[in-house]
């Protein structure tokens, strides 16, 4: 069987620094053998906003039909899901909050109705990461958006202690990434490392 990557990407601004970064990741896993990859350009994937109505926690699906219909599944059958996101005013992307915010409906079966998200079998062999950039110099520029993306992961089936992060500061004008003396490099190393675990927990 094949490991299946599921790669959103969530910037606005297509072909910048978040998602240059997450090309230069998807393009190592996919030199692996067995892999396939999908990428999803948010801005693109027609994902409405949480409508905050809870019906999700009667339905165990969410009121509206729209992109999301795709992707609820693909998230679900996914071995391997990147979530990549520029940081804007000290948080995530408004197309990447929104995917975070419809995930929702996976809240409700889990707590709520108390069903699974994912097979029995499938818990604790899934994967996540979270790639960022941003342009301002400082420590703490991710930190407002890290609880958001391990809500998203959490409520998927994907533990905290299964997520790998790489966060890329002092990187503002499109294409500045090129510049940045170890993204690339730590995209790739990042990304086989991430194929070489989800090879062995699928195996065993």
Not at 38 to 66: F, S, Y
Not at 158 to 176: F, H, P, Q, S
């Amino acid at each position: 069987m094949p490991i299946k990557v599921l790669a959103f990407a969530g910037s606005p601004r297509r072909g910048g620094n978040s998602e240059t970064l997450l090309d230069w990741m998807l393009a190592a896993m996919a030199k692996a053998p067995d892999v396939v990859v999908e990428k999803v350009a948010l801005t693109e994937a027609n994902i409405n906003p949480c409508r905050g109505c809870n019906a999700c926690e009667k339905l165990n699906k969410c009121i509206q039909r729209d992109g999301m219909d795709i992707y609820h599944d693909k998230i679900i059958e996914a071995d391997v899901i990147v979530l990549s996101s520029p940081i804007f005013c000290m948080g995530l992307s408004a197309q990447v909050k929104a995917l975070v915010d419809r995930a929702q409906v996976f809240r409700s079966r889990k707590y709520v109705l108390r069903l699974p998200v994912v097979p029995p079998e499938r818990k604790g062999k899934r994967l996540g990461v979270f790639l960022a950039t941003a342009g301002q110099n400082w420590d703490h520029v991710f930190t407002a958006a890290i609880p958001s993306v391990k809500c998203f992961f959490h409520v998927i089936d994907i533990r905290d202690a299964d997520i790998t992060y790489l966060m890329v500061n002092n990187v503002d004008e499109k294409g500045a990434i090129h510049g940045h003396p170890t993204a690339k490099a730590d995209a790739e190393k990042a990304g086989g490392a991430v194929i070489a675990e989800i090879r062995k927990r699928l195996a065993g």
